[in-house]
């Protein structure tokens, strides 16, 4: 059974990776290739950008809902106590970790957080995977900030609870 798509509407905060989270401006019709197609305006704070997303398929561009203040306990969990297997040989870690990272998903991302700073801790990151773990606090404390109107570094010092702040 096809999963019924999700509309969204004037105000409504949502995530589109990579931009990290915006809100919904409303919807306008743009030609494109002498066709009328219907898009999501999506507007980011904190810079002039803005999206358009096709109304037809928001998900097929990553567009997805913000974390509501009640997911966000959740997925500072799972940034304490997630696990994942992450494949030992760097070339395949780091397609599964740019995958990852590319998703947008926060529950994944945290999950990634998590096992990151385990690594971390057990043998040290090489660079690049250092890189992916700043990335992915970036994206985290990002959506947490602006789903609970604080500041970025307000949501870091949520996160860092039960962290090692080496990494920071």
């Given at each position: 059974?096809?999963?019924a798509q999700k509309t969204?509407k004037h105000?409504?905060?949502?995530?589109?990776?990579p931009?990290g989270v915006?809100?919904?401006?409303?919807?306008t019709?743009?030609?494109?290739?002498?066709t009328d197609?219907?898009?999501y305006?999506v507007?980011?704070?904190?810079?002039?950008s803005?999206?358009?997303?096709p109304?037809a398929?928001p998900?097929?561009?990553g567009?997805r809902?913000?974390l509501?203040?009640?997911?966000?306990?959740k997925v500072?969990?799972r940034l304490?106590?997630?696990?994942?297997?992450?494949p030992?040989q760097?070339?395949a870690?780091h397609?599964?970790?740019?995958?990852?990272?590319?998703?947008?998903?926060?529950?994944q991302?945290?999950t990634?957080?998590?096992e990151?700073?385990?690594?971390?801790?057990e043998?040290?990151?090489?660079?690049?995977?250092?890189?992916?773990y700043?990335r992915?606090l970036?994206?985290?404390?990002g959506?947490?900030?602006?789903?609970?109107?604080?500041t970025?570094k307000?949501?870091?010092e949520?996160?860092d609870?039960?962290?090692?702040?080496e990494?920071?």
């Amino acid at each position: 059974m096809k999963e019924a798509q999700k509309t969204y509407k004037h105000g409504d905060q949502v995530v589109l990776p990579p931009y990290g989270v915006g809100v919904v401006a409303g919807t306008t019709v743009r030609t494109v290739a002498g066709t009328d197609h219907h898009y999501y305006e999506v507007e980011f704070p904190n810079g002039t950008s803005k999206a358009f997303v096709p109304v037809a398929a928001p998900q097929a561009a990553g567009l997805r809902p913000a974390l509501t203040k009640a997911e966000v306990h959740k997925v500072l969990e799972r940034l304490s106590n997630g696990r994942i297997n992450l494949p030992k040989q760097w070339a395949a870690r780091h397609r599964r970790v740019t995958e990852i990272l590319s998703s947008g998903d926060p529950y994944q991302i945290a999950t990634l957080g998590s096992e990151l700073r385990r690594w971390d801790l057990e043998r040290g990151l090489p660079d690049l995977d250092r890189q992916a773990y700043r990335r992915a606090l970036r994206l985290l404390a990002g959506e947490i900030s602006a789903v609970l109107g604080i500041t970025p570094k307000e949501a870091r010092e949520m996160m860092d609870a039960g962290e090692d702040d080496e990494l920071n």
